[in-house]
C-alpha cells in the first residue's frame, strides 16, 4: 500500500465549476500536509499546507483535513483554465526529514 | 530572489558516462533533498541531507552519489548512468523539518536521457 495515495485522473471539470481533489494516507502520526501544483515539465509549486483537523481556507483554494479517517481533499472554487494541472499530496509523517508524496490527480479544466 | 537553481537543465548522455547535476539554494536551508520524478510513479526520494557532511539514502538511491561539502549545494552522481536513470530529476530544499510550517522548496528540475 503506497504511504500517501492520489486518484491519477485525469479529472474533467467545467469552467467556473468546483474541482475536489482528494488524497489518503496511511501513517496515522502524520502532522502536516501540503498540496503542490505542477504544470506540465516545470517544478512542483506549493499552493496549501494543512496541520489541523477541519478547513483551512486561501482565496478560491480550501483544504481539508480528516485524521480520524486519514483523509485530505482540495476544493477549487470557480475552476479556471490555468487550474488545469497534476495535483500532489504530501504528507510529512512520523520521520521530520521526509515529506511523502502521491503520485498525483491531473486535473482538466474545460472550457 | 530567494531559490533553489539546478544546472544543467537539460543533458543527454550515453550510457557508462559520469555525470553531475548540481543543485544549489540560497536560503541558507539544511534540509536539501533529491527527487526523481516517472511517469505513473510520483517523486522519489533518491538521497537527501540534514546538513553539512549529513547525508542519507531516500527510497531509490541505487545508481547514485550526492555529497554536502557546503550548506548551499547538494550535487547529485551518476557514476555509470543507465539508460533507466533517465528521468526529470528535482532538488528541493528547506529548513529541517521540525515546525509545522516547514516544507520544501523545488528547483526547476533537470530533464536527463541516458541513451
Known amino acids: 500500500q503506497k504511504e500517501v495515495e492520489q486518484n491519477s485522473g485525469p479529472l474533467s471539470v467545467p469552467e467556473g465549476a468546483i474541482a475536489s481533489l482528494n488524497c489518503t494516507y496511511s501513517?496515522?502520526?502524520?502532522?502536516?500536509f501540503f498540496w503542490y501544483r505542477q504544470y506540465s515539465g516545470k517544478s512542483p509549486e506549493l499552493i496549501m499546507s494543512?496541520?489541523?483537523?477541519g478547513d483551512k481556507e486561501d482565496g478560491r483554494f480550501t483544504a481539508q483535513l480528516n485524521k480520524a479517517s486519514q483523509y485530505v481533499s482540495l476544493l477549487i472554487r470557480d475552476s479556471q483554465p490555468s487550474d488545469s494541472a497534476t495535483y500532489l499530496c504530501?504528507?510529512?509523517?512520523?520521520?521530520?526529514?521526509?515529506?511523502?508524496f502521491g503520485s498525483g490527480t491531473r486535473l482538466s479544466i474545460r472550457p | 530572489e530567494a531559490q533553489v537553481t539546478q544546472n544543467p537543465r537539460y543533458l543527454i548522455t550515453v550510457t557508462g558516462k559520469k555525470l553531475t547535476v548540481t543543485c544549489s539554494q540560497n536560503?541558507?536551508?539544511?534540509?536539501m533533498s533529491w527527487y526523481r520524478q516517472d511517469p505513473g510513479l510520483g517523486l522519489r526520494q533518491i538521497y537527501y541531507?540534514?546538513?553539512?557532511?549529513?547525508?542519507d539514502k531516500g527510497d531509490v538511491p541505487e545508481g547514485y552519489k550526492v555529497s554536502r561539502k557546503e550548506k548551499r549545494n547538494f550535487p547529485l552522481i551518476l557514476e555509470s548512468p543507465s539508460p533507466n536513470q533517465t528521468s526529470l530529476y528535482f532538488c528541493?530544499?528547506?529548513?529541517?523539518?521540525?515546525?509545522?510550517?516547514?516544507?520544501?522548496?523545488f528547483g526547476p528540475g533537470t530533464r536527463l536521457t541516458v541513451l
Open positions: 504530501a504528507s510529512r509523517g512520523s520521520s521530520a526529514s521526509k515529506i511523502i
Open positions: 501513517d496515522r502520526v502524520s502532522q502536516s
Open positions: 494543512i496541520y489541523s483537523n
Open positions: 536560503m541558507n536551508h539544511e534540509y
Open positions: 541531507s540534514m546538513n553539512v557532511e549529513v547525508t
Open positions: 528541493a530544499s528547506s529548513f529541517l523539518l521540525q515546525k509545522s510550517t516547514d516544507t520544501q522548496y
